[in-house]
């Protein structure tokens, strides 16, 4: 199924009896991009976040964001500083003194300076919480894909809207091009037979003037080409894997071969028709950008 690069996807929810948060959201980009935000100190987790998420995801640019409730149960260790704490207890009393203040000076009072305290918190169990974050990271990534898909039906529906489009304007051109070589050969005739006042002109020459027109507008080439690429794409849409690069060079094939009938024919009508080609070609372009 076609995924369009655009997704997002949350879960939030206890595991193991800790509150855990993993949000994703991917945007369009060349290749997988992925950036991290982990509680603090648990960067160890990036590297199980990053294989995950390349188990779902080929192409996009990705922010993952994940919470994890600490461990209650785990064992600390609170360390006094006792340099600082003296220094904090001798400030106050320089400050009783001078000013002639209550000595309140207090346990309590003193311990308001948290940074005379060092907690030291067991280390948490690793694949313990790697475990946790593959849980809730894969809900997340599922919903994540869903979203994806969903919006890569989209894209295909309007691609596969605009290829009828185009199919229907080559043969329009089809139709119409033996009818240029036609009316041409009826104006080099008239031509021809009032510049020699009357006289009949030669039909050998003009039909190989008519054969020369006929050769230098001939789209017949391009026009088969041009549905061979568009049957490429539709195919391409049908599957299942990620085929956004390849997709992108199949338009730019189309693009060339849009262009290179629009430099043969002379007629304004067809002219026009191939304007129509190139801008349903050009919203073609610009759709399958957020294809994975």
Known sequence: MI????????????IDGRNVVFEIKSVNHRFLE???????????????????????????KADVFVSIEA????????????????????????????YGLADDISVTSVAKYNDIFTVRKAPENEEKLCAIVEQAGTQALEALV????????KLKADVL???????GIVSEIEKRSPQIVEEYRRRLY????????????EPQRILTEAAIFADKTAVDEET????SHIDQLREMLSGSQAVGRKIDFIVQEMNREANTIGSKVSDAELAHKVVDIKAEIEKIREQIQNIE
Not at 41 to 60: A, H, M, P, Q
């Open 71 to 98: 461990d209650e149960n785990l064992a600390a260790e609170v360390t006094l500083n006792r340099s600082l704490a003296a220094g904090y207890v001798n400030a106050l009393r320089e400050l009783r003194d001078e």
């Open 224 to 227: 088969v080409r041009l549905r």
């Open 3 to 14: 995924k369009s690069m655009t997704g997002y996807g949350r879960f939030e929810g206890v």
């Open 34 to 60: 992925l950036q991290c935000r982990t509680p603090r100190g648990c960067g160890f987790i990036e590297e199980t976040i990053k294989n995950l998420v390349s188990r779902y995801v080929t192409r996009g």
């Open 161 to 167: 809207s605009r290829c009828d489009t185009i199919i």
């Open 190 to 201: 008239e031509r021809i037979s009032e510049i020699l006042q009357d006289t009949t002109a």
């Open 146 to 153: 869903a979203m994806r898909e969903r919006e890569g039906e």
